[in-house]
């Protein structure tokens, strides 16, 4: 589960940070929102495949676990925050280019995206996150949303925007949610046959990483054998 939301803080920043350059670059949306969405759907296949670990954690109220339980539910309010969006890109570009906050609202967009990057690397490596601010991007932000009050683009971004970093400060969701609602903990066995049904992303990734790993094999073989040194 380390691992898995370890990939969900990166894939969230690769999202935040690819939204935001096709909205502050003046990038052709026909050609970036694909890929854009492409992006969202890992975020989206990797919460599903962070609901269904839940299941495997032990009972016990260890420290630990409920450590991981908090980020996760962290990473849930992060996406909700980093995946909403205003309206058609077109106009929101259009919207950004009146207030004149396309470098603010960038270097916001970096700095998040930046921490989010630390983020996780520091669960993957079992790392205490050092303190976190960015009140005077924030501030900058709020200003121009003050200076252009007609146009929504400064208040949305600095709504949102603002709601991240202190997510990102304070490591402490935003909002109750109870992760396993509407469900029962599985017992284990079914809990099994949920893991290793053909529509399971954990399976599904596990046979990627399989034929990845299989690929890999046949290349070192291939090339070992046109070594003339070496030999099959």
């Given at each position: 589960m380390r691992e898995s939301l370890s990939q969900l803080y990166m894939q969230l920043a690769d999202y935040f940070e690819a939204k935001y350059s096709l909205l502050t670059q003046h990038t052709d949306p026909e050609t970036a929102l694909p890929p854009l969405l492409q992006r969202q759907q890992k975020v989206m296949d990797l919460i599903s495949l962070l609901y269904q670990q839940l299941n495997f954690l032990p009972h016990a109220n260890n420290l630990e676990q409920k450590r991981l339980q908090r980020t996760f539910q962290v990473a849930l309010d992060l996406q909700e925050h980093?995946?909403?969006?205003?309206?058609?890109?077109?106009e929101v570009q259009k919207l950004v280019e009146q207030s004149q906050a396309e470098a603010i609202i960038r270097r916001n967009a970096q700095v998040i995206a930046t921490r989010l990057r630390v983020v996780a690397d520091d669960i993957l490596y079992h790392r205490h996150s050092a303190r976190f601010s960015m009140k005077n991007e924030l501030a900058a932000l709020e200003k121009v949303a003050s200076q252009h009050a007609d146009n929504p683009v400064g208040q949305f971004c600095y709504y949102h925007f603002s709601r991240i970093a202190r997510l990102l400060r304070t490591q402490h969701p935003l909002y109750r949610r109870n992760l396993m609602a509407n469900q029962s903990r599985l017992p284990f066995w079914p809990a099994v046959v949920s893991y290793?049904?053909?529509?399971?992303?954990?399976?599904?990734?596990?046979?990627?990483?399989?034929?990845?790993?299989?690929?890999?094999?046949?290349?070192?073989?291939?090339?070992?054998?046109?070594?003339?040194?070496?030999?099959?």
């Open positions: 980093i995946t909403v969006s205003l309206h058609l890109p077109e290793l049904s053909f529509k399971s992303n954990a399976l599904r990734n596990a046979a990627r990483l399989g034929s990845f790993l299989r690929q890999a094999a046949a290349w070192a073989c291939c090339s070992t054998c046109q070594n003339p040194i070496g030999s099959c």
